[in-house]
Each structure stands twice: as structure tokens, then as C-alpha cells.
């Protein structure tokens, strides 16, 4: 059973940048697509970013291209979302997915962490 564990949330000023990681264990990591969705209170879970199992291939949400980027060290089965210049508006619960393949769909994801707090302040 794959697990999921992310950290590195936290509260930043807009313009501000954070790094989310999110480390696997108890699977095939290196055979997953990995993905990062947010919910913020009173709105459903979006896609933010996904990737997979190939470094470099990548797809984002079009409210964050340019500004966040995905990543992933097999290594060490762990992804990475780095966010810069974050606005107010990407103040929510991150989560880390792994599923079969890239999609912005949240049910083609198997494997849910338990989310991290971004709070970005104005």
C-alpha cells in the first residue's frame, strides 16, 4: 500500500515562495504519476501539477504555469512542488497524489497524503 507524506507547507507573504515535498513509501514509487492538487475551504479539490514517471515531463494547472514547478527524485521517491511568487488565491490544503498516469482528474489517483497547509497573505 503506497503512502504519502508531504511537508513543507506553511504561511508566506504574496510574492513569497515555498517548497512542498511529499515522500512515498510502501510502493513502486518510481512506476507512479505524481500529482499536487489544492482545496481551498468552500471549493472543490483542483489540479495544481503532475508528473510522470519520466523527469521532465510535466503538466500544470494554467493559473500557476510560470510560476510553480514540479519535480521528482526517484531516488529518493519523493516530488517536489516549488511555488514562486504566490498570491492570496493559492492559500489552501496541498496533496500529494499517485496514480497511473498524468491527469487533472482527481479520481484517476489512487494514493491521497494527508495535505499541507499554504497561506499566503496579502
Known amino acids: 500500500q503506497q503512502q504519502l507524506v508531504e511537508t513543507g507547507g506553511g504561511m508566506v507573504q504574496a510574492g513569497g515562495s515555498l517548497r512542498l515535498s511529499c515522500t512515498a513509501s510502501g510502493g513502486t514509487f518510481v512506476s507512479y504519476a505524481l500529482g499536487w492538487f489544492r482545496q481551498a475551504p468552500g471549493k472543490s479539490r483542483e489540479f495544481v501539477a503532475a508528473?510522470?514517471?519520466?523527469?521532465?515531463?510535466?503538466e500544470y494547472a494554467d493559473s500557476v504555469k510560470g510560476r510553480f514547478a514540479i519535480s521528482r527524485d526517484n531516488a529518493k521517491n519523493t516530488v517536489y512542488l516549488q511555488m514562486n511568487d504566490l498570491k492570496p488565491e493559492d492559500t489552501a490544503i496541498y496533496y500529494c497524489?499517485?496514480?497511473?498516469?498524468?491527469?487533472?482528474?482527481?479520481?484517476?489517483?489512487?494514493?491521497w497524503g494527508q495535505g499541507t497547509q499554504v497561506t499566503v497573505s496579502s
Open positions: 497524489a499517485g496514480g497511473p498516469l498524468v491527469s487533472d482528474y482527481v479520481n484517476t489517483y489512487d494514493y
Open positions: 508528473t510522470s514517471r519520466f523527469p521532465g515531463d510535466a
